[in-house]
């Protein structure tokens, strides 16, 4: 026989009132509305839509999360501004994106940073990552993870890139930050910064000559339609920013508040191995329609050296402690010392 302790405990769980551990808890029916930028399906709306899924399950049906992909609020800058606004409850975005608000974001966009993605998660997840996502509530950010877009790699319609002189020239779109800019810029490429909703009309009417994304944006968006050339530079790692709205968050009580980070914290597990396992597929896929090729290690290494100058200008601006201390946390992870 069933104890009415049992059924009232059943009951309440499927009401929404009891969290992990079996703690009371006041969860309030409630949507959030979530903006990324690329379509149904890409890896970050999946991240979004997994969220989504388990901030239900874990709120019993209360807490749900409504996905707007495509960039439909808007582009990443006017999405951030609402987001701080409170106007868009929850986005994800390259965490450079964040620079203008938050110096030390760019710390990410330093090209040539990370070796691998199990280097950069080891980081992001560490003391680092918490530092970063610290200095987010003074601009009106709550950091709920970091999501994986993967190594960004350069595609046009020109000319393979197998030499580091075969950038030259090239009208690149970039993200709309001044890393991005001053790194293509360094390289000899002319960097036009530009919101990504406008890209594949622009290279289709060869306003632009390339692009550089992940394999997963690359197809996804079809930008393999109007670009022959893709050539593998891994010259940056995508770590996405996976964020609340502060005005958001402060109106979740405690109990809500850690319904909306434990899920977080599972679906930013799932969303990275989701990207990945994409990247590898979407490589495969686009090696189909476009010359894929891989820049040789010694023309790397004179891409690197011309963005030095780059890289010591930002550690500068970032705060060269900040930097110093991001480095040699990387170091340590690579020496196997985390």
Sequence with gaps: MISKKVIS???????????????????????????TANPKGHPIPAGAEKFGALLSQKSGGKM??????????????QVLSAV?????????MNTGLLQGQIKEAAIVDLPFLFANAKEADAVLDGKMGQKLADLMPAKGLVNLGYFDLGFRQVTNSKRPIKTAEDIVGLKLRVVQSPTYIETFNALGANAVPMPFTEVY?????????????????I??????????????????????????????????????????MEAAKEATVWQRQFSRDTQAKALVNLKKTSEVNDVPAAEIAKLRAKVKPVIDKFATSIGPE???????EIEKVRAGKN
């Design 9 to 35: 405990v059943a009951v309440a769980a499927a009401c929404g009132l009891i969290v992990a551990g079996g703690a009371q808890a006041e969860i309030r029916k409630q949507s959030f509305r979530f903006s």
């Design 64 to 77: 749900s999360v409504k996905s707007f992909p495509g960039g439909v609020l808007g582009g990443d800058v």
């Design 84 to 92: 701080q606004g409170g106007t868009i409850d929850i986005a994800a």
């Design 201 to 217: 009309t622009a290279l289709e009417q060869r306003m632009i000559d390339g692009q550089e994304n992940p394999f997963s944006v």
């Design 219 to 260: 197809e996804v968006n079809k930008i393999n339609e109007v670009q022959k050339y893709l050539s593998v530079t891994n010259h940056m790692y995508n770590p996405q920013s996976f964020f609340m709205s502060k005005k958001t968050w402060d109106k979740l009580n405690a109990d809500e508040q850690k319904v909306v």
């Design 322 to 328: 900040f930097v110093k201390e991001f480095l040699a």
